[in-house]
């Protein structure tokens, strides 16, 4: 399938949606890719002024395609992706429902709202896998929670509801699944039709206190590339397929 990523602009808003159900949105490195040119486009394009990413009411990502990520170790785009979403300088709305796992709650933190359906189960198994945190959770995660929530959830990976990310400050507001879209896209349009100069300025000055986070991306890279390598590793992502 070359329709794994699929993007809509309209009304200044461009919708990038998750479309690979049989696999609950898992990530591979041909989605990674799209999902870079998707905020490099919009980054570059003066009509697009927010981002949505979603899934469906059912599911947002479980996170990355663990059998594409054995067989691809060396491969680069989670982590072109992961520079580019720090990057990225217009406002990004993320719809989630069912599943974000991994990469699919970590690529939240990058977000500037989120919302989230009563059937969302977010989950950080970084090191049940042998791994280490990414996308700049490790900075990110304690800034917004503490360190010792942080602790718990990047380090024992429990499962969390959206209620108990709201409580955490990770999401903005607890839908209904079918409410969850049509609820994200009436923020967006508000977004959009707010005076331009003085919402994205704003939204500079909001995000001026992550001076780290380039950092912090930089060496969590190293250390989950290092340990992509492992014994430990290997032998828990072979796992998953037994």
């Not at 929670?145 to 942080?150: C, F, K, N, S």
């Not at 001076?211 to 250390?223: N, R, T």
């Given at each position: 399938?070359?329709?794994?990523?699929?993007?809509?602009?309209?009304?200044?808003?461009?919708?990038?949606?998750?479309?690979?159900?049989d696999k609950?949105?898992?990530?591979?490195?041909?989605?990674?890719?799209?999902?870079?040119?998707?905020?490099?486009?919009a980054s570059?394009?003066?009509?697009?002024?927010?981002?949505?990413?979603?899934?469906?009411?059912?599911?947002?990502?479980?996170?990355?395609?663990?059998?594409?990520?054995?067989?691809?170790?060396?491969?680069?785009?989670?982590?072109?992706?992961?520079?580019?979403?720090?990057?990225?300088?217009?406002?990004?709305?993320?719809?989630?429902?069912?599943?974000?796992?991994?990469?699919?709650?970590?690529?939240?933190?990058?977000?500037?709202?989120?919302?989230?359906?009563?059937?969302?189960?977010?989950?950080?198994?970084?090191?049940?896998?042998?791994?280490?945190?990414?996308?700049?959770?490790?900075?990110?995660l304690p800034?917004?929670?503490?360190?010792?929530?942080?602790?718990?959830?990047?380090?024992?990976?429990?499962?969390?509801?959206?209620?108990?990310?709201?409580?955490?400050?990770?999401?903005?507001?607890?839908?209904?699944?079918?409410?969850?879209?049509?609820?994200?896209?009436?923020?967006?349009?508000?977004?959009?039709?707010?005076?331009?100069?003085?919402?994205?300025?704003?939204?500079?000055?909001?995000?001026?206190?992550?001076?780290?986070?380039?950092?912090?991306?930089?060496?969590?890279?190293?250390?989950?590339?290092?340990?992509?390598?492992?014994?430990?590793?290997?032998?828990?992502?072979?796992?998953?397929?037994?």
């Amino acid at each position: 399938m070359d329709n794994l990523i699929t993007t809509i602009e309209r009304n200044n808003i461009l919708t990038v949606t998750l479309n690979r159900v049989d696999k609950k949105n898992a990530l591979s490195s041909t989605m990674y890719h799209q999902l870079s040119a998707a905020l490099t486009h919009a980054s570059n394009t003066q009509s697009i002024r927010c981002v949505v990413i979603q899934g469906d009411e059912n599911c947002f990502c479980a996170g990355n395609d663990l059998e594409d990520f054995l067989k691809h170790p060396d491969d680069l785009a989670a982590l072109d992706f992961i520079n580019v979403l720090e990057k990225f300088d217009k406002p990004l709305i993320a719809a989630v429902a069912g599943p974000a796992v991994g990469i699919g709650t970590t690529l939240l933190l990058h977000c500037d709202m989120v919302f989230a359906a009563n059937n969302s189960k977010f989950k950080l198994p970084f090191t049940q896998l042998g791994l280490c945190p990414e996308a700049g959770s490790s900075y990110l995660l304690p800034n917004l929670v503490g360190h010792v929530r942080a602790f718990e959830l990047l380090v024992l990976g429990n499962t969390f509801s959206a209620e108990q990310a709201l409580n955490y400050g990770l999401i903005n507001q607890v839908c209904e699944p079918s409410e969850l879209l049509t609820l994200t896209h009436t923020t967006a349009e508000k977004i959009v039709n707010l005076p331009y100069d003085s919402m994205m300025t704003s939204l500079r000055l909001i995000k001026n206190n992550k001076a780290s986070l380039s950092q912090a991306i930089k060496v969590e890279g190293e250390e989950f590339s290092r340990l992509i390598t492992t014994a430990d590793c290997k032998n828990k992502l072979s796992q998953f397929f037994k």
